[in-house]
């Protein structure tokens, strides 16, 4: 009854103040001068994530307890979640808004819950809908190809990875140690990928095994050979026996192998892979590791919490030290003769340079010397039209390489070299090759897959583009309504005690459980996504909020643009705009 | 059947037998005896109905208010400072048109403290809209609460029935209970015209402009007119069923009175004795009882008082800078006539002093010798 009821007589009038119709002939709606709009921000998460991860999705789905939703929504960006869910990181947690507020979010521990409880129950082949003749070659089954690959086969290409080791994973399988990454999980996330139809032959290497110029029948080649030299020391005595390469130490170690190490030794360099063989050598049974870095701590490339755990562990860290020379005797290694050093003027990569303090010479002694100061690519393999620079493959944002069909990516195409950057690099190159199959790129498709600004594209959005604006601003800590959240610390991931890792290379956090991962999830403030949480539909005085299946409307007749939606909405997915009329 | 109870417990019988199907109360001296029985005779199921347990008067109001609106019978109970604080929904009460009736055990308002008996809390409530009755008995108590339902559904307005705290709340009397079914042929089941009803959605007591709010209070003012009426008539019919009427006010040997006693509440027990004493003595006294103070019975006083040349009331309240209620409310009845009693009033048994036969001689004696009161309130029971 939209009608207005007037009351004329005395008579007219009901003895008790009641409503006798509604008041919907008063349309409120012409008072408003702001206009509340449903918008979908960024979830700063998801623009942190280099493999793309829809963080902030997989956090509401575990939150309902749709754990295998979960798991598929991580899997249309990322085939490694079990992977990243240990070794990744975790830019996500450093720009979690949740960190303003107590403490970020335990998102890796979530991911990594859900793919230890998801990923080891689907063994199927994929049905593909869509089988397309042209063949990719992907040279290099580590993280970076293997993730090209994966997106490759789903879109329903003919992939074949070619592998100089024995067995596919790269880094995953040969550089990270066995207390941070177990082969298993590698195994199964890797036989998922298979199961998308891509080959992997391994013990071929290309350029020894089979020619480059054999790949010539793939209507595409995506190169990612990752960076496995070691780099040398350029000092004397590196020669001596018991000089190691770290990353070969690490693969050795990982193959099984038992390596005599003394029981001293000494590490140099300041990145992960110093970090992990380290730790590995104390594992061997070392009485003292030693790490000599010739910056401070600040200047640590290695992952900060990785440092922490070393020195836990038991692992000394020397800074400001460079090896000047490696002291023998015998032809084996009896100490190092270092320099000290002082931190000077920033150097290209925006670290302070090191610079040595004259005449503060010292030696040391130890029974085995690691060096570990950077891995570089070994792009001999590759044809001249191939460009490369120091060491680098030269690509655009996408992989391609500009030359027709090539394209690169991972630790052979940048100095940012992150397991979760090589993930969103593959990506990049699969969605890169299928639109230069497709005769289809444009940039502006590129920009519409961006999630923010820090180069994270996602796999899913190009899939099934997304009604509202493509790529939406990231969403600010201030703009959290924090009255609804209570302070809730973050859960803390299950880990052996320092005794229970001495000797085993047993894998160091064991995982959430579902409780915790309930617990977990409830703190996700839900950034700029709407999670349909009722708060606007409640507050709303005109009842002009309505209901729908998954979303809500606002019925513009009657919101008379208060606001409150707008003030009450945790999470910032209400817009209030200036009414134009 | 005839029992020996307390007043309070008079109270909680009518409640009983009036079907009542909420109580929403909370505690205070002197009241709390009437409430403590409702929830006995609600836990040993000789009663069926909610007994809410709430965390102030204002709750205990609000929760009245819930009830009747969805249509039930309501009852709560109060004294003094309890009553002032449910001072905000007393007016709600009455203006959403809600049948409540509550009890008020007269208690005197702090500060200081006191538990003892006057009728300043519920003559402060007097312009809320409830309908207001004074009883003198526990008999009266009994009855009243019974009509008070009738009476409140009819007129949709709220009802307080009063009681003087001790002198009545705390003192057994034989009072007459009546038959179950009878007091159900006297009172049939509540059935408003308008009720929250889910199945029939309307919004209650919403934002009235001012084109209607007028109209709104007119018919309050009206209900109250015909309160007088239904008051009258349902006090006829329980007349015929039980055999007991009070009327608006209560005459005792008024005939070729000259001077007039006006009071409420159980000082006119006292008063009639000492009345008797007069008469007997040859001297031509006589006692008027206001029995309803809201509708305030201005033709029914003056029938009484016709022809009588002084009223001397007894007023246990006080008005401070005007003087005793009741006495004020009286005069104001022959505002507009030439000619009309001389009114003296007397305030007199504040906060629990005992009106006693020798207060009321006294004021007896006064209002004769003197021409007219000397001041507009006299304190004939004052320490000089």
Known sequence: MKQKINLKHLHDIPPISISLGTM????????????PKYVVKTPPCNEACPAGNDVEGFMVLARQGKFREAWELIKEESPFPGVCGRVCFHPCESSCNRKEYDEALAIHSVERFLADSQGQTRRVRHAHRIRRKEQIAVIGAGPAGLTCAYHLGRMGYGVTVFEAHSAPGGVLRFGIPEYRLPRSIVDHEIQDIQSWGVEIKTNTRIGKDMPFESLSTFQ?????????????????????????????????????????????VSVIGGGNVAIDVARSALRLGAESVEILYRRSREEMPAFSQEVEEALREGVKIHFLVSPKKILGDGGKVTGVECIRMKLGEPDESGRKRAVPVEGSSFSMHTDTMITAIGEASDLGF????IPSREGLIQTDEMGFVHVRGYFAGGDAATLDRTVAVAIGSGKKSALAIHEYLQGSWSTKRFESIRVGSKGTISAKKYLHPPKGEANPPVMTFKEINTDYFEHHGRVSDPSLSLEERRGTFHEIHLGLTPEMVEEETQRCFNCGVCNQCDNCWTFCPDMAVKKKKDHYEIDYDYCKGCGICFVECPRGAILLEEEMR | ???????????????????????CAYPITPQTH????????????????????????????????????????????????????????LHWAAGARLPIVMANVNRSLGAPWNIWCDQTDSLSQRDTGWLQFYCESSQEALDTVIQAYKISEKVSLPS???????????TFEPVNIPDKGRVDRFLPPYEPKYRLDPKVPRSFSG??????????????????????????????????????????????????????????GTAASTARDVIDQYRDDGKPVGLLKVRTFRPFPSEEIRKA???????????????????????EELKSVYGNEEEGPIIFGYIAGLGGRDITRETISGIIEYTFEEDRPKKPSLWPDLRR
């Not at chain 1, 919907?24 to 206009?35: A, H, I, K, Q, V």
């Not at chain 1, 590759?382 to 039209?385: A, D, I, R, T």
């Not at chain 2, 347990?53 to 309501?74: L, P, T, Y």
């Open chain 2, 34 to 89: 009437i409430v403590e029985k409702l929830s006995d005779l609600c836990s040993t199921g000789e009663m069926q109905a909610k007994f809410l347990k709430v965390e102030s008067e204002h709750s205990a109001m609000a929760g009245c208010i819930g009830a009747s609106a969805v249509g039930v019978r309501a009852f709560t109970a109060s004294s003094s400072q309890g009553l002032a604080l449910m001072h905000e929904l």
């Open chain 2, 160 to 170: 307080m029935v009063v009681l003087d705290a001790f002198y009545l709340s705390h």
């Open chain 1, 220 to 264: 595409a080649v995506f190169i990612a050979t990752g960076a496995h030299e070691s780099r040398p020391l350029n000092i004397d005595g590196e020669n001596l026996e018991g000089v190691y390469s770290g990353l070969d130490l690490l693969k050795r170690i990982k193959g099984g192998e038992k390596i005599p190490l003394g029981k001293k």
């Open chain 2, 207 to 264: 934002l009235t402009p001012p084109d209607l709010f007028t109209e709104m209070r007119y018919q309050i003012q009206e209900a109250m007119e015909e309160a007088k009426k239904v008051i009258l008539h349902v006090d006829e019919e329980f007349d015929a069923l039980f055999g007991r009427r009070y009327g608006l006010v209560e005459g005792y040997r008024l005939e070729d009175a000259e001077l007039v006693l006006v009071t409420s």
């Open chain 1, 24 to 35: 919907l002939w008063n349309e409120t709606g012409s008072w408003r001068y702001l206009r």
């Open chain 2, 1 to 23: 059947m005839k029992k020996v109870i307390e007043g309070s417990h008079a109270v909680s019988y009518a409640v009983m037998l009036s079907r009542v199907q909420v109580i």
């Open chain 2, 305 to 327: 008082l016709k022809n009588v040349s002084k009223v001397a009331v007894i007023d246990r309240n006080i008005s401070f800078g005007m003087g005793g209620i009741f006495a």
């Open chain 1, 382 to 385: 590759l044809p001249q039209e």
